[in-house]
């Protein structure tokens, strides 16, 4: 006997990405608002300031990606318990891409999910990590392996926020803008080229861009299983540089920066891109200040970590490619012959 289980979902997770000065917030529920110590002393009495509710509670982790883990969602968690948050309540992410992905993970799983707010801090997450619903965490095999989707309810984007933002975390979000231009938008790879981001329209166009590129993108593609896997372009040697250094000698971005100049090697390499365009690629990263360089001790190594990313399967490792400038292509037919040539490239040359 048969007995099917129908699941055809009927709900709809659709949100909105608000682009511009925080506004005057109001909830008739329990809020408990997530934040990292840096945030908490920058902007947290402004935010604080902006909302009302019910109930209001802080919920203050660490700042740092090495406190992304179990401990860190446990004690969130925690708190979340013992501040007596039920169903109805509600997680405001306020903070960078860490802390956006924590607060969601752990929105997800609180009595089997509860809703979250992204109100993103850092350059990275207002034009990335705060659309799209990924959530998660790190552990010792890799970079984000244990979460989930869960889309959040509304992204307030207030770039603001950016102007107490160190250079060096401004810098590592552009490697995002980068990553979305080279792989999705030619022209606006042009425009990045002369861009000056120091001027705050320009900056405010420049994120409304990428997340409207990224908007388009998961509504096509919610859960990765098709052409929203580009976004990881840079990604998948990034994160075994995070992994190889403990994931405190690099920023994120700054991971994908380098992580983005492999893939252009390895896209050359097969004949996708020509050198010419991944000079300008490196031109435009080094304009902003991020590393190009990393030296591969061991390629046997750093290649069957690739077999811990998310997006290999089947024993095959996929790569997000370049295909010129403006597109991309995404393949698990690399023979690792070719890989390994170009992961000694960066052992023989740094």
């Known amino acids: 006997?048969?007995?099917?289980?129908?699941?055809?979902?009927?709900?709809?997770?659709?949100?909105?990405?608000?682009?511009d000065n925080l506004d005057i917030y109001s909830f008739d529920t329990k809020i408990a608002i997530v934040t990292n110590t840096t945030v908490a002393n920058l902007h947290l009495k402004t935010l604080l300031s902006k909302i009302t509710a019910n109930i209001l509670r802080i919920i203050i982790i660490p700042d740092g990606e090495e406190y992304k883990n179990f401990k860190t969602i446990e004690y969130i968690l925690d708190k979340m318990f013992e501040y007596k948050l039920d169903r109805k309540s509600i997680l405001v992410a306020f903070g960078g891409g860490v802390v956006g992905d924590m607060t969601g993970f752990a929105a997800s799983i609180y009595q089997r999910g509860i809703d979250f707010i992204q109100i993103p801090t850092t350059l990275l997450s207002q034009v990335d990590a705060s659309v799209g619903g990924k959530t998660g965490i790190n552990n010792k095999y890799g970079k984000n392996l244990l979460g989930a989707f869960h889309q959040p309810k509304a992204v307030y984007i207030d770039t603001t926020f950016l102007k107490t933002l160190p250079q060096r975390e401004?810098?590592?979000?552009?490697?995002?803008?980068?990553?979305?231009?080279?792989?999705?938008?030619?022209?606006?790879?042009?425009?990045?080229?002369?861009?000056d981001l120091t001027n705050d329209d320009v900056l405010k166009k420049v994120v409304s861009k990428c997340v409207q590129l990224k908007a388009e993108i998961v509504s096509k593609d919610e859960k990765e299983t098709g052409i929203r896997a580009a976004l990881n372009y840079g990604h998948t040697f990034g994160h075994v540089i995070e992994n190889e250094t403990n994931y405190n000698k690099f920023l994120h971005g700054e991971a994908v920066a380098i992580g983005m100049i492999m893939a252009n090697k390895l896209a050359c390499e097969l004949g996708f891109m020509f050198e010419e365009e991944a000079l300008r690629i490196k031109v435009l990263l080094e304009k902003y200040n991020l590393p190009t360089k990393y030296e591969i001790k061991d390629a046997d190594d750093f290649y069957e970590h690739f077999f811990l990313d998310k997006k290999s399967a089947n024993d095959k490792i996929n790569f997000i490619l370049p295909k010129h400038i403006g597109n991309h292509t995404i393949t698990s037919e690399i023979s690792e012959k070719i890989v390994k040539k170009v992961l000694k490239y960066f052992g023989d040359t740094q």
């Open 170 to 195: 401004f810098n590592a979000g552009f490697a995002e803008i980068v990553k979305m231009a080279t792989t999705f938008d030619k022209e606006l790879f042009e425009f990045l080229e002369n861009a």
């Open 1 to 19: 006997m048969t007995i099917p289980v129908i699941l055809k979902k009927e709900c709809d997770d659709s949100y909105e990405v608000t682009i």
